[in-house]
């Protein structure tokens, strides 16, 4: 599949919405840049236990070695090591108990409802923390139960940033997709209070790696690291 170029943006960590090309273009019937209800990187949180074990996990994982979606979306969570020298991961994994219909990545976009949502099967948020202290940067990795839903994610997020009604956020041309995925998006905005973010989503097979940071090339660098393991998840493990 031809590398997506298009418009896209996740609530994770970060809640933000927004449409715009890659190279800066409102894409096709989409109108004016838009977005709904943003809000910034918050100063990083105490981590339970099982947030401690989930950072162990995924910091070891071998992309090579595993087994399912869900095993995928472990390897390809966002690490320490995808990150400038200094700064450090908390992850804030799923209760065994808690249900992940209960926990939307991306229902709600533009007031748009996703059917891929109900396809989910795993997801892991992370927040990237920078050397002060402060949430930079925010991801999830999500596994779903066939890779057309994978598929279909990008393609819904795409749809409905097209759908967006006018608002606040200027779009600028986002940075180089070069060493993402090959159905990967970009784009790169500023806020009304000035702040700059960028996002950076790659899907393959059955999982999808979405990043919301306000550093554009903190964010990008740890796109393509994220890429280069998601390179290395086995085909027949991911539905590829």
């Known amino acids: ?10 609530a994770t960590a970060l809640t933000l919405t927004g449409c715009t090309g890659s190279d800066g273009d409102t894409p096709a019937g989409a109108g004016e840049p838009s977005a709904g209800p943003t809000a910034g ?17 995924a910091a070891t994982a071998d992309p090579a070695t595993v087994q399912d979606p869900a095993g995928a979306a472990v390897a390809i969570a966002l690490r320490a090591s995808d990150l400038p020298a200094g700064w450090t991961v908390q992850a804030n994994p799923l209760g065994e108990a808690t249900d ?3 926990n939307p990545s991306l229902d709600g976009i533009c007031d748009q409802r996703f059917g891929s949502e109900v396809h989910r099967t795993s997801k892991q948020p992370v927040v990237a923390v920078d050397p002060a202290g402060a ?25 409905a940033f097209s759908s967006c ?5 200027t779009f600028q041309p986002a940075p180089s997709a070069e060493g993402l995925a090959e159905m990967s998006v970009v784009f790169q905005y500023q806020l009304a209070d000035g702040t ?4 950076v989503a790659q899907a393959v097979g059955q999982v999808l790696s979405v990043l919301i940071g306000d550093d554009p090339a903190t964010t990008t660098a740890a ?5 280069t393991r998601m390179s290395a998840l086995p085909a027949a493990a991911i539905g590829r």
């Open 165 to 169: 009604p006018p608002d606040t956020y």
């Open 135 to 159: 949430a930079q940067l925010s991801s999830e990795a999500i596994s779903y139960d066939t890779a057309e839903a994978a598929s279909s994610a990008v393609r819904e997020l795409v749809a």
């Open 223 to 227: 796109g393509r690291a994220i890429a």
């Open 196 to 199: 700059t973010q960028v996002v």
């Open 41 to 57: 990187p918050s100063t990083a949180q105490p981590e339970p236990s099982a947030a401690e074990a989930a950072e162990a996990a």
């Open 1 to 10: 599949m031809r590398r997506l170029l298009l418009p896209l943006a996740v």
């Open 100 to 102: 992940i219909a209960d």
